[in-house]
């Protein structure tokens, strides 16, 4: 089971932030925060991860609540082609590995 | 990032025949590759986790003995799909660990249509 929540779809002006939420209330203390991305029949594109500290790569910033309970993705200049669907996981470090795909949130980036 | 790939990227054959897709770490060796499914409009799904020179796992509702798995090295899974029939028809994608990361990376996927 899915054990993140996000919104449906978002937009976004180009050239603007997109913050994609994500809530996963339940996660625990050794499950890290993953985002993917999957732009229309492709495979799915690693962006970033994080456990508790707020982590920024050359794709994105990974702000994870003090809690834990939330995060969000930010890319700060968003193009057209980052129109995809983004997903949050929630993932152990250890054990099976296993990566459940919840819906995601459909971002569209417009012009 | 780490690359993993997929031969072949689209396949077109006719039903009850059987079609081997193959998945590639290319940079990176992963001892467990994972395969997936996902139709028009839907999320992925995850079929079986493959580990390498061992049985790979099913998730509940996947047949094993219609989608065949093989793990053969440490760079490479194969997914068979044995007997197709047009209902199997999808997008299969297959991912590897990055065990040096914990990361997953994954395939550009192979589009099946089974006539």
């Known amino acids: 089971d899915a054990k993140t929540t996000q919104p449906p779809s978002m937009d976004c002006a180009e050239g603007r932030a997109a913050n994609l939420p994500c809530n996963h209330s339940?996660?625990?203390?050794?499950?890290?925060v993953y985002w993917y991305r999957q732009i229309h029949s492709q495979g799915p594109q690693y962006i970033i991860h994080g456990l508790k500290n707020n982590e920024t790569n050359e794709m994105a910033s990974l702000i994870i609540t003090e809690d834990r309970k939330s995060s969000t993705l930010i890319l700060p200049h968003a193009t057209l082609r980052d129109t995809a669907v983004y997903y949050c996981?929630?993932?152990?470090?250890?054990?099976?590995?296993?990566?459940?795909f919840g819906a995601g949130t459909r971002l569209f980036v417009k012009a | 990032g780490a690359v993993v790939s997929q031969h072949p990227s689209r396949v077109i054959c006719k039903s009850g025949t059987s079609v081997k897709i193959e998945c590639r770490s290319l940079?990176?060796?992963?001892?467990?590759m994972f395969w997936y499914r996902q139709f028009p409009k839907q999320s992925l799904m995850l079929m079986a986790t493959s580990n390498e020179g061992s049985k790979a796992t099913y998730e509940q509702g996947v047949e094993k003995d219609k989608f065949l798995i093989n793990h053969a090295s440490l760079t490479l899974s194969t997914l068979t799909v044995t007997s197709a029939h047009p209902e199997d028809s999808s997008f299969y994608i297959c991912?590897?660990?990055?065990?040096?990361?914990?990361?997953?990376?994954f395939g550009p996927g192979t589009r099946l249509t089974v006539l």
């Open positions: 996981i929630v993932r152990a470090d250890t054990g099976g590995f296993k990566t459940i």
């Open positions: 339940t996660i625990s203390g050794n499950e890290y």
């Open positions: 991912s590897a660990l990055s065990g040096g990361t914990d990361t997953q990376y």
């Open positions: 940079d990176f060796q992963a001892t467990t």
